[in-house]
């Protein structure tokens, strides 16, 4: 996408929207990388390598004009989870292999079928990740201790925040309220300014004049480098290997659903059409390339390409320019981040995961229909309370029952004459069937059931199939079935109307039994018994 737009031509007027666009995303990105990063259990420094690294990846290479790449949100839980289980060099290692994996799926070409996705499934899967999200933060906004390490299920984790509340930190109740207040306060009533940047550095500024008595950045992870680290390649050894293998199949899986939805919302925004197999192969690279430099999972990011397109970026020189302007951040101002207080940035995030709970979407899908309403709940649950991976994968398998059914009921079977010039030619020994919809496993049963009775006595059935789409091979066997009874029967079944490429499709089939004829109209069909 890169060559592309320098390709249009690029000049100063498109430079300096991409450099005050960039600006303005780096601003947004800042706080909300190193938020990310320790609510995934590492050192905010590695939030900011996946920014500049990853972002700048992204942004050079990928097949969206606007996608702006970084740590997301999304991913907190389960890095967070593999962080516990692995430590931080089985996130490196898995974080790379994940790499891989994208990079595979966008040169086999596979980036279109990340869109199969229902998108009950997409609403229900970020509405449970925010709801985790939420929950994670609730110790640092209420600055609490617990005896021993913080559950990751909720319903433990919970219990062991309530188990903790004689250790409140009423400070810090009140810098995540007052962080909260003052973000939203912002946006409201000056939408053009950066409000998290401001909202966290206004009170990170008031809770250290006041001398607060509560965790900082400083406190907990002590002071930010100011560099890059040296790249370095992963522990590939067997046994690293196999723990981290899991965690790197999840990560490109959610990967790849979030970075190609996040495409799309630019298209949409944008008017442009991003080229999906290119943008898996860039988010591929960009995760091997912050792996290399000690980062996390990259992926590209709804809330910052949004506000890379409000901002007017020409093209992807913004998304660079964004990575770049972190960069100068760590290199002039990183001992300053060390004041932020962690309550201020829980705060943050609880507004990001208040955000990312689509209440409005949740409940139109809720009402359109029940199908839905199901998808989306049983999809919800399953995140917030088992697994992410498995509420994609179950939620994925209901989303498809729910079409089966849909497209099974919308199969219709009707008896008479498709057209009305038909009508002279129906005989009292010939009756004519007109098929609709998708002949298919999932409507087999109830046809196959109709048309089992019906062949009980005339001599020839006209099926009309000139609305039917679809014929699988579940289908095609239901039907010669049928022609076999009928011609032990000494009768014939015609296939009437059907195009060009279904008949071939279903003679490919194996639907060229002598007793299963084919014919363009019901009057050919006709001639065709009487000769």
Not at 70 to 94: D, M, N, R
Not at 238 to 247: C, G, Q, T, V, Y
Not at 339 to 352: K, T
Request: aromatic content about 6%; glycine content about 12%.
């Amino acid at each position: 996408m890169s060559v592309t737009a320098f390709a249009e031509g690029y000049g100063l007027a498109a430079l300096r929207k991409d450099v005050v666009a960039g600006l303005t995303v780096a601003i947004v990105a800042l706080p909300l990388s190193m938020a990310i990063a320790i609510a995934s259990g590492v050192g905010p420094e590695r939030g900011l390598f996946t920014a500049i690294v990853g972002g700048f990846l992204i942004s050079a290479l990928g097949g969206s004009r606007f996608q702006i790449g970084g740590p997301a949100g999304a991913f907190i839980v389960l890095v967070l989870a593999c962080v516990t289980q692995t430590g931080v060099s089985g996130l490196v290692l898995a974080t790379f292999l994940s790499g891989i994996m994208l990079a595979i799926l966008g040169l086999l070409r596979l980036g279109q079928t990340i869109r199969y996705m229902p998108y009950p499934v997409t609403v229900g899967f970020t509405a449970g990740i925010g709801v985790i999200i939420f929950a994670s933060q609730i110790k640092d906004m209420m600055g609490l201790t617990l005896a021993g390490g913080e559950p990751g299920p909720i319903l433990e984790k919970l219990g062991a925040l309530w188990a903790a509340r004689d250790t409140v930190t009423p400070a810090a109740i009140g810098v995540a309220l007052t962080t909260v207040v003052v973000i939203e306060a912002i946006k409201r009533f000056a939408p053009r300014l950066p409000s998290l940047l401001l909202g966290i550095t206004l009170v990170t500024v008031v809770a250290t004049l006041l001398h607060l008595p509560i965790e900082t950045i400083h406190s907990r992870f002590g002071a930010l480098p100011r560099l890059l680290p040296a790249p370095s390649l992963p522990d590939f050894s067997l046994e690293a290997l196999r723990a981290a293998l899991p965690w790197a199949a999840s990560f490109t899986l959610l990967g790849a659903i979030e970075s190609l939805l996040s495409a799309i919302v630019a298209d949409g925004m944008s008017g442009t059409q991003h080229r999906s197999n290119t943008e898996l192969v860039a988010q591929g690279v960009a995760n091997m390339g912050a792996a290399l430099f000690g980062g996390f999972c990259v992926t590209g990011t709804i809330a910052r390409t949004a506000t890379n397109v409000r901002a007017g970026a020409h093209g992807p020189v913004a998304g660079v320019f964004h990575a770049l302007f972190i960069l100068a951040f760590m290199l002039i101002a990183a001992p300053l981040a060390g004041y932020i207080p962690l309550a201020a940035l829980a705060g943050l995030l609880g507004i990001v995961a208040w955000n990312m709970i689509e209440r409005h979407e949740m409940a139109a899908l809720i009402r359109s229909s029940r199908g839905d309403a199901l998808v989306l709940i049983v999809t919800f649950l399953v995140v917030t309370f088992r697994d992410l991976a498995e509420g994609i994968v179950i939620g994925f398998a209901l989303g498809g029952l729910v079409f089966i059914r849909h497209m099974a009921e919308m199969t219709l079977l009707a008896e008479g004459a498709t057209h009305a010039s038909d009508a002279e030619t129906q005989r009292p020994d010939v009756v004519t069937y007109h098929l609709r919809g998708a002949v298919f496993f999932g409507s087999v049963a109830r046809l196959g059931s109709v048309l089992d009775r019906i062949v009980q006595h005339p001599r020839a059935i006209l099926l009309d199939m000139s609305e039917v789409g679809f014929v699988d091979s579940t289908g095609a066997r239901m039907i010669l079935q049928l022609a076999q009874k009928m011609a032990r029967k000494g009768g014939h079944l015609v296939i009437v109307g059907a195009a060009p490429g279904l008949e071939a499709a279903m003679r490919a089939q194996g639907l060229e039994e002598p007793a299963l004829r084919y014919s363009a109209d019901a009057g050919a069909a006709l001639a065709q018994l009487d000769g």
